[in-house]
């Protein structure tokens, strides 16, 4: 092997811009880990600082650059000609989903597969996932019927951020931008996959109901129902006109138990236990396939039952106009009300659209999202959730949002545009042994904050019922994939005795901190590295920003200034609207405070000093939540009864 043979393979992405940024992290963290290495970029816009060639030629630039890999994330029609270009300049390629618009574009790429010996694969991220194979083994292998559910949102710019959005043609040339062969084509592709129905022939007919609320050629709202040459059914509704955002998921009916499968957070849930599973990153794979000889995850062959749906759709007439009577409009959206509930129920029942009334049973149908949710007296007060929409840079983690009063006041945000990392109600620590599992930047002694490709993730490894709440089981891996350290979380929502405060209820969380790397664990703050007063880190509560009257006290101060970095058992943050009072009932750390830029707080693990855990790190917070403001003796009454056994130690203060 020669030494560039045995070095980090040579890479270079086609279209930078939108998805394409993802590429170029990516690119950049297996750079660090001495997988890869950024060779050039060829965009029709391209952009500068990045201190590799740029080009709009992309064979030219792989013949430039030496380039082993080109990543083609480009708009969808552009697809064939660059996969066949880059495969003829003598690059392996990894092509962004879908990989064709066509069955006649996806054959010109099988053929420059096959007559130039080398690999394409396929951008279906989710078909890396562990969870695909679970899934299968958890029935047994028998799968009777799938049904698909997704509901998004998405807003006017959507269908104007490029030429082709929306499009299902553009200058003569197919396009297929619709809701079911690219926002939902993750959906399409997993639950072929889990029937082992990757390839053409598997797909035996297809039936077909596209829809659009929004003025655009291709649809937003659609099901559809694949027979396979076996039986099975797959039945998907999908729609970019939900009134919320929700975790698309496949259920997967088996023929003696049952499963919902959400793929872009890699989770199963059965038998009323959640179960998470690790994801192979797909660019790694290719180059392991191009170094190591290891076996493709995606290749194109295995996206052929996707790609013949896809080009029923194409074949298909255009979507219908759905009436306009169902439609809610909004100043940046459509919506059509009660959508989410028919994609449930026709998961559920293996049904199409119309099958259920649709557009006349919108809104006459309930059916709930399957979420993990916290509930007192019979009333829903949070949601436990984790987003498969989030980037690395966001440190993706569980996290609570949104949290209500008894009222049904939302007292956390969840990815405000001031801080688009802070998560509702969480665990996030700016670092772990190097790792920033807090999300944005890192702050860098000397340098202040820079970006880095260093973000972890917390990933669900179990999640079950108990005493009314949840116990849930996490790994906290680094971004080469090393468990850093595991976590195990309890969640527990309960009543407050009206005698103490009617309309409040509290919340218990409990974690842990068990380091896995045969060393001691070393946990440090911004403050640590030397920006003064930034200790925060461990348990955080990101509040909603523009609340009127915005108070912060203790039992002893008052004021974002003088309570800020204060070492006391309680603290309440209040506003004319609610109220939300933090004690801690394991350990003693300073508050990071702040109301002022926006509102959040936490018990800050390393305030300005690196925390070294030596085995385990156990800590305990309980947030009474209430509606309207309240008084600082009352705020005292709700800490003392919310401290429980610890109690007495809050009534001393």
């Not at 013949?63 to 495969?87: D, K, Q």
Request: aromatic share 6%; charged share 20%; hydrophobic share 40%.
């Amino acid at each position: 092997m020669t030494a560039a043979e045995d070095g980090p393979v040579r890479v270079v992405v086609a279209g930078v811009h939108g998805y394409g940024k993802h590429h170029l992290d990516n690119v950049a963290r297996l750079a660090a880990a001495g997988r890869a290495e950024l060779a050039g970029v060829c965009d029709l816009r391209p952009p500068s600082g990045l201190g590799v060639p740029v080009s709009a030629d992309l064979p030219s630039l792989i013949g430039e650059t030496g380039a082993e890999i080109a990543v083609i994330a480009t708009p969808i029609h552009t697809h064939a000609p660059l996969a066949v270009a880059a495969l003829g300049a003598g690059a392996h390629v990894l092509l962004e989903k879908p990989p064709a618009p066509s069955v006649e574009e996806f054959e010109r790429i099988s053929g420059a597969v096959a007559r130039t010996g080398l690999a394409c694969q396929v951008g279906f991220q989710s078909l890396g996932s562990e969870a695909v194979p679970a899934a299968r083994e958890l029935l047994g292998g028998a799968v009777r019927g799938i049904g698909v559910a997704g509901a998004w949102s998405r807003p006017f710019a959507y269908y104007t951020r490029s030429a082709w959005a929306g499009r299902r043609r553009l200058d003569g040339a197919d396009v297929m931008d619709g809701a079911l062969t690219n926002p939902f084509a993750h959906a399409v592709a997993t639950a072929l996959a889990v029937a082992g129905a990757d390839t053409a022939e598997s797909i035996a007919g297809v039936e077909l109901e596209l829809y659009r609320a929004n003025a655009i050629e291709s649809d937003d709202t659609s099901s559809a129902r694949v027979r396979l040459a076996d039986g099975t059914a797959i039945a998907i509704t999908v729609s970019l006109c939900s009134d919320q955002r929700t975790e698309p998921y496949l259920h997967v009916h088996g023929r003696a138990r049952s499963a919902r499968l959400f793929y872009t957070v890699d989770e199963i849930e059965s038998d009323g236990v959640i179960t998470g599973y690790g994801r192979a990153d797909l660019l790694d794979n290719l180059i392991a396939h191009v170094r190591e000889g290891a076996e493709l995850l995606v290749p194109l062959a295995r996206t052929g039952g996707f790609t013949r749906l896809l080009d029923a759709i194409r074949l298909a007439p255009d979507p219908r106009p759905v009436d306009g009577r169902f439609v809610r409009a909004e100043p940046s959206r459509l919506v059509l009300p009660g959508i989410e509930d028919l994609a449930v129920r026709a998961a559920e029942e293996l049904k199409t659209l119309s099958e259920l009334g649709f557009p006349g049973s919108l809104g006459s149908v309930r059916a709930p999202w399957p979420q993990t949710g916290l509930r007192v007296g019979g009333r829903e007060v949070a949601a436990y959730v984790e987003r498969g929409d989030l980037q690395a840079a966001d440190a993706p983690r569980p996290h609570l949002h949104p949290v209500r009063t008894l009222g049904g006041r939302v007292v956390t945000e969840s990815r405000p545009d001031d801080h688009v990392h802070h998560l509702g109600a969480g665990v996030a620590i700016s670092d772990v042994d190097g790792v920033n599992f807090w999300g944005g930047s890192t702050y860098v002694r000397g340098e202040g904050p820079r970006m880095l490709a260093n973000h972890g993730r917390q990933r669900r490894r179990s999640l079950r019922t108990v005493d009314g709440g949840y116990a849930e089981e996490l790994d906290w891996t680094g971004p080469d994939g090393t468990v850093l350290a595991t976590g195990e979380r309890t969640l527990t929502a309960r009543p407050v005795p009206a005698r103490i405060a009617s309309g409040a209820w509290a919340l218990d969380f409990a974690f842990t901190l068990t380091g896995r790397t045969g060393r001691p664990l070393v946990l440090q703050s911004s403050a640590c590295k030397g920006r003064v007063g930034a200790g925060y880190g461990g348990f955080f509560w990101r509040a909603p920003k523009g609340s009127a009257g915005l108070a912060v006290f203790t039992g002893e101060a008052s004021g974002e200034e003088a309570v800020h970095g204060s070492a006391t058992p309680w603290l309440a943050l209040t506003s004319d609207a609610w109220s939300l009072v933090f004690v801690q009932t394991t350990g003693l750390d300073p508050w990071f405070v702040r109301v002022a830029e926006y509102p959040g707080v936490g018990p800050a693990l390393a305030w300005d000093e690196p925390l070294t855990v030596p085995e385990r790190l156990e800590r305990a917070v309980t947030v009474v939540v209430a509606d309207g403001r309240l008084a600082p003796d009352r705020a005292r009454l709700l800490a003392d009864e919310a401290a429980g056994p610890a109690g007495e130690r809050v009534r001393r203060r």
